[in-house]
């Protein structure tokens, strides 16, 4: 059993009132520990502590950050395999899996440490002898970070490392459903040596956290990933009180598969892809819409790809995806499910929920599924496979952008020009074309539309810390 406090200026707290949530194990149902609940007094301290700290954090060098932060790296690739069992009994993510979470988290460290001092300015030559005109970055200030549940370390990891490599300050709000890997996470901030008050982690009711902290004028930015209508919300929030934001929001990825490419790859990478973390991922590929020609033959090799998966507790040897993160997920498979066979689709494998006892759901392939089915349009976020064919490109690419998400779209063509086609005419943050190749840490992630807006990759990912002053000087 796990038990999991607040840590507020540098100090593991049990909360004003010292109430608890319970988490649960999503394999089993029972209770898997507990987690401390923030009072308004406590938001209101951690808002404090990260203003306070951001004063000198904020000054501290780039490199001197930047060591800080490889040594929580080293510290977190030190304790991966016991912050590992930890994350998969408390979101449900086979263990190879969750050491993969955490082994990428560590190389988002990494490279955010690297970028720390890589933080410039420039000079833009004034137009008279004697000016100079430079373009100065500086971090825009304390940061409130929401995180969800199904990544809970590398949601988490990103926001952190990408903040405090700019010289931002933070308080983060982790999942109250998976608290205990964030709060092994932020441990290892801690004892790297990142100064109290630096990092500051908080749980409790989701609304009221963002109720008081989007408003306070402490806080200079929002980063929030989760759902497209908290998104919005948030975002909203953040607009009244003119706050930057980074929103990383819901995702329905269109996979193109062309009668051209090469199957075997096809089914191979994105079933494969399909059902990572019981499809509980942004990115998940989602629509499958294949070229009539090549239907038949993706949906028979999809549907033995799917079969193959074996679903169990994610500690045991050999499982291939775990259970749903929560009860709400299965009932929400159930719902997409029936709607979808009601409005004609086909049921080709699973749909059920496995067993009485933990949140276990069959892997379920859809095929000829109706664009009025709600599964078409709302992301389904499980393991729920649509396959729809299509006549030629011009109507792939617009079934891809149907629906208001652009988060990431995946395709599969050995022809350079529909390649070409397509990375001009989907309306996506990301588009991955014959592998599944979203998420390192020096690329780009974010969406376009209804999925947000901003990066938490690469060097756009510290840029959205900064914020730019122009200094103009006339010497003489
Ligand atoms: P939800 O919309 O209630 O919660 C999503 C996340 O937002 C959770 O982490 C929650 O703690 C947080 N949240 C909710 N209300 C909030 C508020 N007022 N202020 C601040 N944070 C708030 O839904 P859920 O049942 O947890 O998940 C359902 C849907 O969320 C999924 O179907 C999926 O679309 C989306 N989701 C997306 C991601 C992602 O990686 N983009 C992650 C998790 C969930």
């Known amino acids: 059993m796990q038990k999991t406090l607040l840590l ?5 707290t049990a909360g004003g009132e010292s109430v608890v949530l319970d988490v649960i194990n999503p394999a089993s149902g029972s209770g898997f520990g507990t987690v401390a609940v923030a009072t308004p007094e406590d938001l209101d301290r951690a808002a404090g502590a990260a203003d306070r700290a951001f004063v000198f954090w904020s000054r501290v ?13 080293a510290l977190l690739a030190e304790r991966l395999e016991a912050i590992a069992k930890v994350l998969t009994q408390e979101q449900g993510k086979p263990l190879v899996e969750s050491r993969l979470e955490i082994g990428n988290a560590v190389n988002l460290i990494e490279f955010f440490a690297e970028e720390a001092r890589r933080i410039y300015g420039r000079e833009i030559p004034g137009r008279t002898e004697g000016v100079v005109q430079t373009v100065r970055k500086e971090p825009v200030g304390p ?28 308080v983060l709000k982790g999942s109250e459903e998976t608290p205990h890997s964030v709060g092994l996470l932020v441990g290892c901030f801690m004892d790297a040596g990142i100064p109290a008050g630096v ?14 902290l989007v408003p306070d004028p402490r806080i200079r930015k929002i980063s929030f990933t ?10 909203g929030m953040a607009g009244q009180h003119m706050k930057r934001g980074t929103f990383e929001l819901g995702g329905h990825a269109p996979v193109l598969v062309f009668a051209d490419a090469d199957m075997t790859r096809a089914v191979e990478r994105a079933g494969g892809a399909k059902y990572r973390n019981a499809g509980q991922v942004c990115i998940s590929p989602t629509r499958f819409l294949v070229e009539e020609a090549a239907y038949e033959e993706f949906t028979n090799r999809f549907v033995e790809k799917a079969r193959q998966v074996r679903v169990g507790n994610g500690l045991e040897e050999g499982t291939s995806m775990g259970p749903l993160a929560n009860s709400r ?4 498979m159930e719902r997409l499910v029936a709607d979808a066979v009601d409005h004609g689709a086909k049921l080709a494998l699973g749909g059920e929920r496995i067993g009485n006892s933990g949140y276990f759901f069959q892997p379920t392939v859809l095929t000829d599924v109706p664009l009025e089915a709600a599964a078409m349009n709302e992301e389904p976020f499980g393991p729920v496979a649509l396959i729809r064919s299509f006549r030629d490109i011009d109507a792939a690419l617009a079934e891809a952008n149907r629906l208001d998400y652009g988060l990431a779209a995946y395709a599969y063509t ?6 070409r086609r397509l990375s001009n005419g989907i309306q996506t943050g990301m588009l991955s074309i014959n592998h599944h190749g979203l998420g390192l840490p020096e690329t780009p992630f974010g969406g376009v539309k209804d999925s947000g807006y901003g990066s938490e990759g690469g060097p756009e990912a510290v840029e959205a810390y900064l914020s730019t002053k122009f200094v103009t000087h006339a010497t003489f």
Do not use: H, M
Not at 8 to 12: H, R
């Open 61 to 73: 060098s780039g490199y001197e950050r930047g060591r800080l932060l490889k040594a929580a790296a």
């Open 143 to 170: 940061v409130a970070a929401f995180t969800p549940w199904n990544f809970p370390v590398a949601q988490s990891t990103r926001k952190i490392a990408a903040a405090l490599a700019a010289g931002c300050t933070l």
């Open 414 to 419: 050995s022809s350079a020009e529909t390649a």
């Open 226 to 235: 989760g759902s497209t209508p908290v998104g919005k919300l948030l975002a």
């Open 199 to 212: 990092v500051n982690l908080v749980f409790g009711d989701p609304a009221q956290i963002s109720a008081f």
């Open 8 to 12: 507020i200026d540098g100090q593991w």
């Open 329 to 332: 997920r299965v009932e929400t």
